[in-house]
């Protein structure tokens, strides 16, 4: 019998099996090498992005609004000496002038915060409470203000700092999200005499504060509104309300030519300023109050004379006549002197001169001063 051929076919399972494995392992292994791709990925965004950038520091403009809109002096503080303060405090506080919205740092970032200073005009310092301030000039001459900064920046404490120029105010490695929490403080400070009864101050950036890191900076403003300063004005006195002057009686021959003068006389005019004031006087003639020539005309009333007039004469020269005002820079007026303070005397002398054909009898005239305060 014959059997059936039978064909016996050996499969290789142990190679088919190794051949499966390391397909798997390659798939497992291209995978991976994607996951590490993209963390390395991720890691490196995060790194070119820190120090909050991710999200980006943001910076606000805050206004203190605790600022009045009329700030008025007391007769102490208008006349106190320069450099000293002619107000409260002001304050605000804000987690918005500076700060990370959110997120924060996949790797710890060196991150300062400074307060910056928004005027590069000042008027000297000032001491308070162991601080010393640099007193920033306001665009208002004679009106100056100080700044002064406190709170946290991510848990640290930021005691309080005077502003003189830059500076630093917390600083460190960030790494989470942070607040910062600033209280800021103006106070304002008379850097000169205030002559005026009132002053206004612009809307005015009073001082600026800065994020750097070692990626990018952000910088926020904290400003004030409009305000006015009202100045109470206390004048000056004068000693006799009424000055006679007598000129000695005179010959015609003795103002030979025109604008010939003769008969001079002395006399005074004295003032009680009990504050500091920046003086200045105005000469008016009473017959003709328009006139701004240095000659002031016969009163027609007691007068018999002619030809003549009268002039008043400071520091060796004629004074020219303006109109009866105080307004500032007034015609023909003319200044006293600064920071005038207590009993001042102004020396002044009247004397005669010819106008025209002199004609003899009574000669009489009469004029006013008039003071400005500026």
């Known amino acids: 019998m014959t059997l059936p051929k039978i064909n016996i076919v050996i499969i290789d399972k142990p190679n088919i099996t190794l051949k499966i494995g390391l397909h798997m392992i390659h ?46 002096l007391s007769a102490a503080q208008s006349s106190a000496p320069s450099n000293t303060p002619i107000s409260d405090w002001y304050s605000i506080s804000s987690q918005n002038i500076i700060y990370c919205p959110g997120g924060g740092n996949f790797l710890a970032v060196d991150t300062t915060l400074q307060q910056v200073q928004a005027s590069s005009s000042k008027s000297g310092t000032y001491t308070e409470s162991g601080l010393s301030y640099t007193i920033y000039n306001t665009s208002v001459t004679g009106i100056g203000y100080i700044i002064k900064t406190s709170g946290n920046a991510a848990g640290a404490t930021i005691n309080p700092t005077a502003l003189n120029d830059i500076q630093v105010l917390a600083s460190g490695l960030v790494t989470s999200n942070v607040t910062i ?174 106008t025209g054909t002199v004609q003899g009898g009574q000669a009489k005239a009469a004029a006013t001063f008039t003071m400005s305060y500026q």
């Not at 820190?50 to 206004?63: K, L």
């Not at 003032?271 to 105005?282: I, Q, R, V």
């Not at 007691?302 to 004074?319: D, E, H, K, Y």
């Open 181 to 354: 929490n600033l209280t800021v403080s103006v106070k304002f400070i008379k850097t000169t005499n205030l002559t005026a009864s009132s002053y206004t101050l612009p809307n005015s950036n009073l001082v600026y504060f800065r994020i750097d890191t070692s990626y990018a900076s952000a910088a926020g403003v904290v400003t004030m509104a409009g305000s006015s300063i009202s100045v109470p004005i206390t004048t000056c006195s004068v000693s006799t309300q009424s000055i006679q002057v007598a000129l000695p009686s005179i010959n015609t021959s003795t103002l030979p030519t025109l604008n010939a003068t003769a008969g001079s006389t002395p006399f005074n005019v004295i003032l009680n300023c009990p504050t500091s004031k920046n003086l200045y006087m105005t000469l008016t003639d009473n017959t003709n109050p328009g006139r701004t020539s240095s000659i002031i005309g016969l009163a027609p009333n007691g007068s018999t004379a002619s030809g003549v007039g009268i002039q008043v004469v400071r520091n060796n020269s004629p004074v020219l006549l303006g109109p009866d005002s105080s307004a500032t820079g007034n015609t023909n007026q003319f200044a006293i002197g600064q920071n005038q303070l207590g009993l001042i005397t102004i020396p002044l002398s009247a004397q005669y001169i010819r």
């Open 27 to 72: 798939l497992v292994l291209q995978r991976f090498a994607h996951i590490c791709l993209g963390m390395f990925i991720f890691l490196l965004s995060h790194a070119a992005h820190a120090g909050c950038n991710n999200y980006g520091w943001t910076a606000s403009s805050i206004q203190i609004t605790t600022i009045p809109s009329t700030i008025t």
